[in-house]
Protein backbone atom coordinates (compact mmCIF):
# COMPACT_ATOMS: atom_id res chain seq x y z
CA UNK A 1 0.00 0.00 0.00
CA UNK A 2 1.49 3.38 -0.79
CA UNK A 3 2.53 5.30 2.24
CA UNK A 4 1.82 9.01 3.39
CA UNK A 5 3.57 11.03 5.93
CA UNK A 6 1.64 13.93 7.46
CA UNK A 7 3.49 16.66 9.99
CA UNK A 8 0.68 17.20 12.74
CA UNK A 9 -2.26 15.41 13.28
CA UNK A 10 -4.49 18.50 14.53
CA UNK A 11 -7.35 20.13 13.41
CA UNK A 12 -6.10 20.18 9.57
CA UNK A 13 -3.31 17.18 9.43
CA UNK A 14 -5.97 14.76 11.16
CA UNK A 15 -9.09 16.43 10.24
CA UNK A 16 -8.52 17.12 6.68
CA UNK A 17 -5.18 16.03 4.99
CA UNK A 18 -5.36 12.72 6.44
CA UNK A 19 -8.73 11.94 5.54
CA UNK A 20 -7.79 12.81 2.13
CA UNK A 21 -4.92 11.11 1.85
CA UNK A 22 -6.78 7.60 3.38
CA UNK A 23 -9.45 8.20 0.98
CA UNK A 24 -6.57 8.24 -2.28
CA UNK A 25 -5.56 4.69 -1.04
CA UNK A 26 -2.36 5.65 1.09
CA UNK A 27 -1.96 4.26 4.99
CA UNK A 28 -0.88 7.27 6.51
CA UNK A 29 1.68 7.92 9.65
CA UNK A 30 0.64 10.75 11.60
CA UNK A 31 3.45 12.78 13.51
CA UNK A 32 2.57 14.91 16.35
CA UNK A 33 3.81 15.70 19.99
CA UNK A 34 0.78 14.64 21.58
CA UNK A 35 1.19 11.22 23.70
CA UNK A 36 -2.51 10.16 24.11
CA UNK A 37 -3.63 11.11 20.79
CA UNK A 38 -0.74 9.24 19.10
CA UNK A 39 -1.59 5.77 22.03
CA UNK A 40 -5.20 6.33 20.64
CA UNK A 41 -4.35 6.36 17.13
CA UNK A 42 -1.73 3.21 17.57
CA UNK A 43 -4.56 1.33 19.57
CA UNK A 44 -7.21 1.11 16.51
CA UNK A 45 -4.99 2.17 13.77
CA UNK A 46 -7.88 4.30 12.78
CA UNK A 47 -9.84 7.66 13.73
CA UNK A 48 -13.73 8.98 13.26
CA UNK A 49 -13.97 11.85 11.54
CA UNK A 50 -17.63 13.45 11.79
CA UNK A 51 -18.64 16.28 9.26
CA UNK A 52 -21.22 17.75 10.26
CA UNK A 53 -23.88 20.13 8.83
CA UNK A 54 -27.11 22.10 10.27
CA UNK A 55 -28.80 19.35 8.52
CA UNK A 56 -27.27 15.91 9.36
CA UNK A 57 -24.11 14.58 10.77
CA UNK A 58 -21.80 12.15 9.26
CA UNK A 59 -19.11 9.42 10.74
CA UNK A 60 -16.37 8.63 7.84
CA UNK A 61 -13.81 5.79 9.27
CA UNK A 62 -10.10 6.86 8.47
CA UNK A 63 -7.58 4.13 7.97
CA UNK A 64 -4.96 2.31 7.86
CA UNK A 65 -3.01 5.50 10.47
CA UNK A 66 -0.49 5.05 12.81
CA UNK A 67 0.93 7.79 14.93
CA UNK A 68 4.64 8.63 15.36
CA UNK A 69 5.65 10.90 18.12
CA UNK A 70 8.16 13.54 16.31
CA UNK A 71 11.01 13.72 19.03
CA UNK A 72 11.78 9.89 17.61
CA UNK A 73 13.49 10.86 14.80
CA UNK A 74 14.62 7.65 13.25
CA UNK A 75 11.39 6.49 13.19
CA UNK A 76 9.81 9.67 11.71
CA UNK A 77 13.20 9.85 8.92
CA UNK A 78 12.04 6.24 8.30
CA UNK A 79 8.74 7.55 7.53
CA UNK A 80 9.71 10.13 4.94
CA UNK A 81 12.25 7.67 3.20
CA UNK A 82 8.97 5.68 2.33
CA UNK A 83 6.60 7.82 1.99
CA UNK A 84 4.62 8.75 -1.74
CA UNK A 85 3.17 12.19 -0.70
CA UNK A 86 3.83 14.62 2.76
CA UNK A 87 2.39 16.99 4.16
CA UNK A 88 2.67 19.68 7.10
CA UNK A 89 0.22 21.03 9.70
CA UNK A 90 2.04 22.36 12.17
CA UNK A 91 1.68 25.71 12.49
CA UNK A 92 4.25 28.14 10.65
CA UNK A 93 6.46 28.79 13.77
CA UNK A 94 6.85 24.88 14.30
CA UNK A 95 8.52 24.58 10.74
CA UNK A 96 11.55 25.25 11.62
CA UNK A 97 11.27 21.92 13.83
CA UNK A 98 9.90 19.25 11.26
CA UNK A 99 12.97 20.47 8.65
CA UNK A 100 15.88 18.75 10.33
CA UNK A 101 14.02 15.51 10.29
CA UNK A 102 12.52 15.92 6.93
CA UNK A 103 16.08 16.43 5.74
CA UNK A 104 17.72 12.88 7.74
CA UNK A 105 14.71 11.56 5.56
CA UNK A 106 15.52 13.20 2.78
CA UNK A 107 19.28 11.37 3.43
CA UNK A 108 17.74 7.86 3.67
CA UNK A 109 15.73 8.86 0.30
CA UNK A 110 18.94 9.27 -1.20
CA UNK A 111 21.00 6.72 0.39
CA UNK A 112 18.43 3.81 -0.82
CA UNK A 113 18.53 5.08 -4.60
CA UNK A 114 14.74 6.18 -4.45
CA UNK A 115 13.78 7.41 -7.79
CA UNK A 116 10.04 8.20 -6.58
CA UNK A 117 9.21 12.16 -6.27
CA UNK A 118 7.97 13.27 -2.66
CA UNK A 119 5.83 15.93 -2.88
CA UNK A 120 5.38 18.05 0.68
CA UNK A 121 2.21 20.45 0.85
CA UNK A 122 2.68 22.62 3.02
CA UNK A 123 -0.38 23.32 4.91
CA UNK A 124 0.17 26.62 7.02
CA UNK A 125 -1.10 30.20 7.05
CA UNK A 126 1.84 31.67 6.36
CA UNK A 127 2.65 33.36 2.65
CA UNK A 128 4.92 31.58 0.56
CA UNK A 129 5.18 29.10 3.13
CA UNK A 130 6.64 25.93 0.70
CA UNK A 131 9.21 28.10 -0.37
CA UNK A 132 10.40 28.77 3.33
CA UNK A 133 9.72 25.10 4.23
CA UNK A 134 11.85 24.42 1.35
CA UNK A 135 14.94 26.82 2.75
CA UNK A 136 14.46 25.25 6.43
CA UNK A 137 15.15 21.49 4.57
CA UNK A 138 17.79 22.86 2.65
CA UNK A 139 20.13 24.08 5.27
CA UNK A 140 19.41 21.15 7.22
CA UNK A 141 20.86 18.92 4.30
CA UNK A 142 24.39 17.80 3.68
CA UNK A 143 26.00 19.10 0.62
CA UNK A 144 26.05 16.21 -1.23
CA UNK A 145 22.26 15.76 -0.50
CA UNK A 146 21.28 19.39 -1.93
CA UNK A 147 20.98 18.46 -5.53
CA UNK A 148 19.51 15.29 -4.92
CA UNK A 149 16.04 17.29 -3.13
CA UNK A 150 16.45 19.77 -5.90
CA UNK A 151 15.25 16.93 -8.50
CA UNK A 152 13.04 14.38 -6.57
CA UNK A 153 11.46 16.66 -3.32
CA UNK A 154 8.46 19.38 -4.21
CA UNK A 155 7.09 21.98 -1.68
CA UNK A 156 4.10 22.81 -2.57
CA UNK A 157 1.56 25.81 -1.67
CA UNK A 158 -2.04 24.86 -0.68
CA UNK A 159 -4.51 27.18 0.69
CA UNK A 160 -6.88 25.17 3.72
CA UNK A 161 -10.37 26.20 3.46
CA UNK A 162 -12.10 23.77 5.64
CA UNK A 163 -13.75 24.79 9.31
CA UNK A 164 -12.64 22.74 11.81
CA UNK A 165 -13.86 23.61 15.27
CA UNK A 166 -11.59 22.80 18.44
CA UNK A 167 -13.05 19.65 20.19
CA UNK A 168 -14.39 19.77 23.54
CA UNK A 169 -13.04 18.66 26.62
CA UNK A 170 -15.38 15.72 27.28
CA UNK A 171 -15.34 14.73 23.57
CA UNK A 172 -12.05 14.69 23.87
CA UNK A 173 -11.80 12.78 27.16
CA UNK A 174 -14.01 10.41 25.52
CA UNK A 175 -12.14 9.63 22.42
CA UNK A 176 -8.99 11.74 21.90
CA UNK A 177 -8.78 10.51 17.86
CA UNK A 178 -11.95 11.92 17.04
CA UNK A 179 -12.28 15.29 15.07
CA UNK A 180 -15.12 17.44 14.17
CA UNK A 181 -15.28 19.01 10.60
CA UNK A 182 -17.73 20.47 7.86
CA UNK A 183 -17.62 18.46 5.06
CA UNK A 184 -16.25 21.22 2.12
CA UNK A 185 -13.48 19.26 0.55
CA UNK A 186 -11.62 21.48 -2.07
CA UNK A 187 -7.85 21.60 -1.42
CA UNK A 188 -6.48 23.60 -4.36
CA UNK A 189 -2.47 23.28 -4.73
CA UNK A 190 0.51 25.13 -6.67
CA UNK A 191 0.93 23.27 -9.82
CA UNK A 192 4.16 25.03 -10.78
CA UNK A 193 5.08 23.25 -6.49
CA UNK A 194 5.19 19.48 -7.70
CA UNK A 195 8.28 17.54 -9.04
CA UNK A 196 6.69 15.70 -11.74
CA UNK A 197 2.69 14.91 -11.80
CA UNK A 198 0.97 15.55 -9.23
CA UNK A 199 -0.46 12.36 -8.10
CA UNK A 200 -4.29 11.91 -7.66
CA UNK A 201 -5.45 12.81 -4.60
CA UNK A 202 -9.50 13.34 -3.45
CA UNK A 203 -10.30 16.95 -3.53
CA UNK A 204 -7.05 18.00 -4.65
CA UNK A 205 -6.98 20.24 -7.62
CA UNK A 206 -3.93 21.59 -8.92
CA UNK A 207 -3.76 25.25 -10.44
CA UNK A 208 -1.13 27.46 -12.17
CA UNK A 209 -0.86 30.56 -11.19
CA UNK A 210 -1.50 29.80 -7.89
CA UNK A 211 -1.65 33.69 -6.74
CA UNK A 212 -5.33 33.70 -7.02
CA UNK A 213 -6.80 30.72 -4.86
CA UNK A 214 -4.04 32.39 -1.99
CA UNK A 215 -6.18 35.81 -1.75
CA UNK A 216 -9.26 34.30 -2.41
CA UNK A 217 -8.88 32.66 0.66
CA UNK A 218 -7.15 35.29 2.62
CA UNK A 219 -9.14 38.72 0.96
CA UNK A 220 -12.73 36.91 0.34
CA UNK A 221 -12.40 34.18 3.38
CA UNK A 222 -10.39 35.73 5.81
CA UNK A 223 -11.80 38.89 5.36
CA UNK A 224 -15.64 38.03 5.85
CA UNK A 225 -14.77 35.58 8.71
CA UNK A 226 -12.84 38.75 10.50
CA UNK A 227 -15.68 41.67 9.73
CA UNK A 228 -18.00 39.12 11.17
CA UNK A 229 -16.27 38.40 14.09
CA UNK A 230 -14.92 41.89 14.84
CA UNK A 231 -18.48 43.48 14.05
CA UNK A 232 -20.15 40.24 16.10
CA UNK A 233 -18.39 41.21 19.24
CA UNK A 234 -19.50 44.86 19.14
CA UNK A 235 -22.82 42.98 18.72
CA UNK A 236 -22.42 41.14 21.83
CA UNK A 237 -22.90 38.36 19.95
CA UNK A 238 -20.54 34.98 21.21
CA UNK A 239 -20.98 32.60 18.09
CA UNK A 240 -20.17 33.31 14.44
CA UNK A 241 -23.02 31.80 13.75
CA UNK A 242 -25.37 34.29 15.75
CA UNK A 243 -23.73 37.66 13.82
CA UNK A 244 -24.52 36.28 10.64
CA UNK A 245 -28.24 36.18 11.58
CA UNK A 246 -28.54 39.76 12.40
CA UNK A 247 -29.24 40.96 8.79
CA UNK A 248 -26.95 44.68 9.48
CA UNK A 249 -24.00 42.59 10.40
CA UNK A 250 -25.19 40.11 7.90
CA UNK A 251 -25.07 43.03 5.23
CA UNK A 252 -21.40 44.15 6.36
CA UNK A 253 -19.82 41.16 6.22
CA UNK A 254 -21.57 40.38 2.47
CA UNK A 255 -20.44 43.76 1.37
CA UNK A 256 -16.44 43.45 2.48
CA UNK A 257 -16.51 40.11 0.68
CA UNK A 258 -17.87 41.13 -2.43
CA UNK A 259 -15.83 44.12 -2.37
CA UNK A 260 -12.68 41.69 -2.37
CA UNK A 261 -14.20 39.25 -5.10
CA UNK A 262 -14.40 42.43 -7.38
CA UNK A 263 -11.19 43.35 -7.30
CA UNK A 264 -9.93 39.84 -7.83
CA UNK A 265 -12.22 39.72 -10.42
CA UNK A 266 -10.37 42.75 -12.20
CA UNK A 267 -7.29 41.52 -11.17
CA UNK A 268 -7.73 37.85 -12.29
CA UNK A 269 -10.65 37.59 -14.50
CA UNK A 270 -11.92 34.08 -13.55
CA UNK A 271 -15.03 32.80 -15.08
CA UNK A 272 -18.11 34.93 -14.79
CA UNK A 273 -20.04 34.81 -11.31
CA UNK A 274 -17.21 32.15 -10.12
CA UNK A 275 -16.05 34.49 -7.30
CA UNK A 276 -19.86 35.58 -6.41
CA UNK A 277 -20.74 31.75 -6.14
CA UNK A 278 -17.62 31.57 -4.06
CA UNK A 279 -18.87 34.49 -1.63
CA UNK A 280 -22.76 32.74 -1.29
CA UNK A 281 -21.06 29.43 -0.39
CA UNK A 282 -18.88 30.96 2.25
CA UNK A 283 -21.58 32.60 3.99
CA UNK A 284 -23.71 29.68 3.79
CA UNK A 285 -20.60 28.01 5.68
CA UNK A 286 -20.35 30.29 8.02
CA UNK A 287 -24.16 29.62 9.43
CA UNK A 288 -22.80 26.01 10.47
CA UNK A 289 -24.37 25.77 14.08
CA UNK A 290 -22.80 22.42 14.32
CA UNK A 291 -18.71 24.09 14.18
CA UNK A 292 -20.04 26.41 17.35
CA UNK A 293 -17.10 28.60 15.85
CA UNK A 294 -16.95 31.62 18.62
CA UNK A 295 -16.17 35.57 17.72
CA UNK A 296 -13.14 34.86 20.60
CA UNK A 297 -11.84 32.33 17.97
CA UNK A 298 -12.22 34.27 14.73
CA UNK A 299 -11.33 37.67 16.05
CA UNK A 300 -8.41 36.79 18.16
CA UNK A 301 -5.08 38.51 17.19
CA UNK A 302 -6.35 41.59 15.70
CA UNK A 303 -2.57 42.81 15.60
CA UNK A 304 -2.14 40.05 13.07
CA UNK A 305 -5.49 40.57 11.43
CA UNK A 306 -4.44 44.39 11.09
CA UNK A 307 -0.97 43.81 8.96
CA UNK A 308 -0.15 45.57 6.08
CA UNK A 309 -0.52 42.95 3.70
CA UNK A 310 -3.36 40.66 5.72
CA UNK A 311 -7.32 39.83 5.40
CA UNK A 312 -8.52 43.55 5.76
CA UNK A 313 -6.06 46.12 4.61
CA UNK A 314 -4.52 43.89 2.83
CA UNK A 315 -7.80 43.17 0.94
CA UNK A 316 -8.82 47.13 1.02
CA UNK A 317 -5.66 47.99 -0.43
CA UNK A 318 -6.21 45.33 -3.37
CA UNK A 319 -9.96 46.75 -3.90
CA UNK A 320 -8.12 50.54 -4.30
CA UNK A 321 -5.72 49.35 -6.79
CA UNK A 322 -8.55 47.93 -9.31
CA UNK A 323 -10.89 50.55 -8.47
CA UNK A 324 -13.02 49.44 -6.15
CA UNK A 325 -14.51 51.40 -3.10
CA UNK A 326 -13.41 49.07 0.14
CA UNK A 327 -16.36 50.80 1.76
CA UNK A 328 -17.40 47.09 3.89
CA UNK A 329 -13.56 46.58 4.68
CA UNK A 330 -13.03 50.05 5.85
CA UNK A 331 -15.92 49.07 8.91
CA UNK A 332 -14.03 46.06 9.10
CA UNK A 333 -10.49 47.67 9.67
CA UNK A 334 -12.39 49.98 12.14
CA UNK A 335 -14.08 47.17 14.04
CA UNK A 336 -11.21 45.06 14.23
CA UNK A 337 -9.60 48.45 16.11
CA UNK A 338 -12.11 48.77 18.70
CA UNK A 339 -11.73 44.89 19.92
CA UNK A 340 -10.83 44.42 23.44
CA UNK A 341 -11.97 40.94 23.96
CA UNK A 342 -11.12 40.28 27.81
CA UNK A 343 -9.65 36.65 26.74
CA UNK A 344 -7.77 37.83 24.21
CA UNK A 345 -4.31 39.15 25.39
CA UNK A 346 -3.40 40.93 21.89
CA UNK A 347 -6.53 42.38 21.66
CA UNK A 348 -5.73 43.87 25.04
CA UNK A 349 -2.36 45.24 23.87
CA UNK A 350 -3.82 46.88 20.89
CA UNK A 351 -6.56 48.20 23.37
CA UNK A 352 -2.98 49.81 25.55
CA UNK A 353 -1.60 51.47 22.96
CA UNK A 354 -4.85 52.68 21.80
CA UNK A 355 -5.11 54.37 25.03
CA UNK A 356 -1.42 55.72 25.09
CA UNK A 357 -1.16 56.95 21.30
CA UNK A 358 -3.82 58.57 19.20
CA UNK A 359 -5.62 55.91 16.09
CA UNK A 360 -3.34 57.72 13.35
CA UNK A 361 -0.17 56.39 15.21
CA UNK A 362 -1.39 52.86 15.85
CA UNK A 363 -2.70 53.00 12.08
CA UNK A 364 0.65 53.96 10.92
CA UNK A 365 2.42 51.86 13.19
CA UNK A 366 0.21 48.30 13.08
CA UNK A 367 -1.16 49.22 9.67
CA UNK A 368 1.28 50.66 7.76
CA UNK A 369 -1.72 53.25 7.03
CA UNK A 370 -0.32 57.15 7.41
CA UNK A 371 -1.57 60.24 6.35
CA UNK A 372 -1.67 60.71 2.68
CA UNK A 373 -2.80 57.18 2.27
CA UNK A 374 -6.48 56.63 0.62
CA UNK A 375 -7.59 54.61 3.18
CA UNK A 376 -6.02 56.67 6.25
CA UNK A 377 -9.62 59.28 5.84
CA UNK A 378 -11.43 56.37 5.57
CA UNK A 379 -10.74 54.62 8.26
CA UNK A 380 -10.35 57.23 10.77
CA UNK A 381 -13.51 58.53 9.99
CA UNK A 382 -15.62 55.07 10.24
CA UNK A 383 -13.51 54.54 13.43
CA UNK A 384 -14.49 57.67 14.91
CA UNK A 385 -18.04 57.20 14.02
CA UNK A 386 -18.08 53.88 15.86
CA UNK A 387 -16.61 55.09 18.55
CA UNK A 388 -18.99 57.97 18.84
CA UNK A 389 -21.73 55.65 18.68
CA UNK A 390 -20.01 53.82 21.90
CA UNK A 391 -19.28 50.79 19.71
CA UNK A 392 -15.87 51.00 21.09
Given at each position: MKEAIVFGAGNIGRGFIGQLFSESGYAVTLVDVDQPLLDALNRRGEYTVRLVTNEQSEEVTVGPVRGVHARDVDAVAEAVRRASIGATAVGAGALKHVAPTIARGIERRAQAGVTEPLNVIVCENLKGAAAILRELVQAAL???????????????????????????????????????????????????????????????????????????????????????????YLGGYEYGYEALADDEIYFQARGAMEESALALTRKYHPPAGALLANVDDLLHRFGNLALGDTILRLGRDPLRKLAPSDRLVGAARNALAVGVTPTHLVTGIAAALCFDHPDDPIAQELQARLAAADVSHILAAVCEIKPGDPLFEMVVARYREMAAQRAC
Open positions: AAGDRDFMAEQIGFVDTVIARMVPPLTPELRAQDPSLIIVEPYKELPVDRAGFVGEPPAIVGMIPYAPFAFFTERKLYVHNAGHAVLAYLG
